[in-house]
């Protein structure tokens, strides 16, 4: 079935530093959506990406919506110490208008 | 305004029991969705109700019911506990009933099963 497959699974980076990470599939999505989730909270929607090809910006986030409708990016620039969580990319089934999956997760940690 | 609130926050169960879980939607929302996330994993859908009836359901077992009431509030019940039922319980709501619109997840109910 479709599946979404984020990567890395974790990242270990200074502050300062820009962070990428992305998510993949082998189905096309039509939407995708990058969510934070920090300790004991639920997810929260960063970005929300709707047209192949989309470049939108959040802030210091940056998400793009792959050409092939397979995959999407997100950019962290100058990543700060409230930026520690996990990153899920999640988005839509086709012909599901009821259904969200989600990846399994890509999680940050910044070193002081 | 008040968020998502779900509760209780913590539970612990033993095997075969019955739990009850609790979502309250922001005011206005007629949307709740039900997720499931087991530790290390992304949320795993299982149910969303708008305007009080089931509009979706994921890859879960019967023992897994929910109901939305009049006031747009929702329960999810899981019946027959087993050990792998443990996970954190997440409740969205949205405006509406279509999944373009933006949900506001709750803080979770973190069930442990013994």
């Known amino acids: 079935g479709q599946q979404l497959n984020q990567s890395p699974q974790s990242m270990f980076i200074q502050e300062g530093e820009d962070v990428s990470m992305n998510c993949t599939s082998s189905?096309?999505?039509?939407?995708w959506l990058w969510y934070k989730q920090d300790p004991g909270e639920g997810p929260v929607l960063l970005i929300a990406?709707?047209?192949?090809?989309e470049l939108t910006s959040n802030g210091r986030l940056t998400a793009q919506f792959g050409i092939t409708r397979k995959d999407s990016f997100l950019n962290i620039s100058a990543s700060i110490p409230s930026d520690v969580g996990i990153y899920f990319c999640a988005g839509p089934l086709m012909n599901r208008d009821d259904k969200i999956i989600f990846g399994k997760g890509t999680r940050l940690h910044i070193l002081p | 305004d008040a968020g998502v609130t779900q509760s209780p926050t913590h539970l612990i169960k033993t095997r075969g029991q019955h739990v009850t879980l609790r979502c309250s939607p922001i005011?206005?929302?007629?949307?709740v969705s039900w997720y499931q996330q087991v530790l290390g994993q992304g949320p795993q859908f299982i149910f969303q109700?708008?305007?009080?009836?089931?509009?979706g359901r994921g890859n879960f077992p019967d023992r897994f019911s929910a109901r939305q009431f009049p006031n747009y509030s929702s329960e999810l019940n899981v019946n027959a506990l087993l050990l792998g039922d443990s996970a954190l319980y997440l409740c969205?709501?949205?405006?509406?009933?279509?999944?373009?619109?933006?949900?506001?997840f709750g803080p979770g109910t973190r069930l442990l099963v013994l």
């Open positions: 969205a709501s949205r405006l509406g009933g279509t999944l373009l619109e933006t949900q506001y």
């Open positions: 990406l709707y047209k192949a090809g």
């Open positions: 109700y708008y305007e009080k009836e089931e509009r």
């Open positions: 189905s096309i999505f039509n939407t």
């Open positions: 005011s206005g929302h007629k949307s």
